[in-house]
Every structure is written in structure tokens, then in C-alpha cells.
């Protein structure tokens, strides 16, 4: 499958270097694509990416219009106009895994969330693109774990996902299981996404506790 990942720092790198080891076509999307050897923060830069492991890197847009499937790992703060510099006509009738979070780093750390409670920024984005199959997963865990949920506890841990659309959940379940999870917890409607955004703020801390952030929440039911 033909996926492009909106975002080229830790997360797009390390979710794109996964889905090309299990054969998917994979292309970067960011906002400089000549810019190959630019620091990416905590991630290496897109030269080494690609060196690494064979993957396109392009514009936004360039990467989504061939894309079957699109990956939202932008910045939250950033997300709504890195789609805008996508373009509706290159999101229509696809499915968006979103995995960005609302964070707010203005008043430094620990962020707080820009929005919350009665709304989401994976609705925020179904609002905005109505045509788009948004699903929300993957944003309640660190990089290495939403790639290898069996680096942490054998596995024993759970992802959670909300959308509209059946369908749309459907592949991105099949994604996630290829990626090694076998507790998926389908929350219903994206509405469920304020949910799932808001456990940051207790992940951040837990992270800040416990000196690592290889954790992970477990629904025992």
C-alpha cells in the first residue's frame, strides 16, 4: 500500500522506517523536502532516513496525492495547516490515521491542551475535511511502542481507536496488527477522541515520574 506520513520528525521517521520493512511504499511529507539535512529534533535527519531505509521524501501535498492511505503525524498546533498545504482535493475519500495530539507548549512544560472536553483536534479535522475518513489511534504512546507493542510488557497493553467510518477503522486495525497489536479497543464514534487526547496530560506526567517514557495504558475488562 501507498502511504504518506505528514511529518518528518521522530514520529513520521520512525512509523515510516516500520511500514517500509513491511513492504509498504512510503513517502514523507514535509514542508522542505530539499532540506535533507536538516536536524529533525530527537530524530535524525531525513538524509540518514533515507540512507536507512529507502523511503520518498516530498513536498505535503506530493506525498499525499498518490497516497491510498494518509498518516497525520504533524504537530497538533500544526496540523490543520499542514493539511491546508495538502489539499482537500488530495484528501477526498481517503483514510487519515490521525495520531497528532492537541498540545500546547506556549506556557512551557508541562504543555496544556488547546482544545478539550466538548471537542477534539481528530473532529476539528473531520469539520474541516467532511469528505476524509478520519480515525484516531496511536497517540496515547511513545514512537517505539506504536511501531513494536511488544517492546513493553509482551504486548500486554492497549491501543485505542475512534472514527466514523467502519471501514476506515477496519484498515487501520488491520495496520495496527501488523505492527504487532493484538488489544485494540474500538471507542465508537470520533467523538471519543477528546478521550483519548486528554490522557496526554497524565501520560506526560507519568513520563516526567517514572523517567521513561516506555509506558503504556492497559484496560483490564
Known amino acids: 500500500m501507498h502511504i504518506a506520513i505528514l511529518g518528518?520528525?521522530?514520529?513520521?521517521?520512525?512509523?515510516?522506517?516500520?511500514?517500509?520493512?513491511?513492504?509498504?511504499?512510503?513517502?514523507?511529507?514535509?514542508?522542505?523536502p530539499d532540506q535533507l539535512d536538516d536536524s529533525k529534533g530527537m530524530a535524525g535527519t531525513l538524509r540518514d532516513w533515507q540512507?536507512?531505509?529507502?523511503?520518498?521524501?516530498?513536498?505535503f501535498a506530493d506525498a499525499a496525492q498518490a497516497a491510498e492511505l494518509i498518516v497525520n503525524a504533524s504537530s497538533g498546533a500544526a496540523t490543520l495547516e499542514v493539511?491546508?498545504?495538502?489539499?482537500?482535493?488530495?484528501?477526498?475519500?481517503?483514510?487519515?490515521?490521525?495520531?497528532?495530539?492537541?498540545?500546547?507548549?506556549?506556557q512551557g512544560m508541562p504543555p496544556s491542551l488547546f482544545v478539550k472536553d466538548t471537542d477534539s483536534l481528530a473532529e476539528q479535522i473531520q469539520r474541516a475535511y467532511?469528505?476524509?475518513?478520519?480515525?484516531?489511534?496511536?497517540?496515547?504512546?511513545?514512537?517505539?511502542?506504536?511501531v513494536d507493542p511488544q517492546a513493553l510488557a509482551a504486548g500486554e497493553h492497549t491501543v485505542f481507536m475512534a472514527g466514523n467510518d467502519e471501514a476506515a477503522k477496519r484498515q487501520v486495525a488491520e495496520l495496527l496488527?501488523?505492527?504487532?497489536?493484538?488489544?485494540?479497543?474500538?471507542?465508537?464514534?470520533?467523538?471519543?477522541?477528546?478521550?483519548?487526547?486528554?490522557l496526554l496530560p497524565i501520560w506526560l506526567r507519568l513520563w516526567q515520574t517514572l523517567g521513561t517514557h516506555m509506558l503504556q495504558f492497559k484496560i483490564v475488562r
Open 8 to 32: 518528518s520528525g521522530i514520529v513520521g521517521q520512525t512509523l515510516g522506517a516500520k511500514l517500509l520493512q513491511l513492504g509498504h511504499q512510503v513517502t514523507l511529507g514535509t514542508r522542505n
Open 83 to 106: 493539511l491546508k498545504l495538502v489539499g482537500a482535493e488530495h484528501l477526498t475519500g481517503k483514510v487519515l490515521l490521525d495520531i497528532a495530539n492537541p498540545l500546547d507548549f506556549s
Open 51 to 59: 540512507a536507512q531505509n529507502g523511503g520518498a521524501v516530498a513536498t
Open 177 to 198: 496488527r501488523s505492527f504487532g497489536w493484538s488489544d485494540l479497543l474500538d471507542l465508537g464514534d470520533l467523538s471519543a477522541a477528546r478521550g483519548t487526547e486528554m
Open 130 to 146: 467532511p469528505d476524509v475518513r478520519v480515525v484516531k489511534a496511536l497517540n496515547t504512546m511513545s514512537a517505539a511502542l506504536m
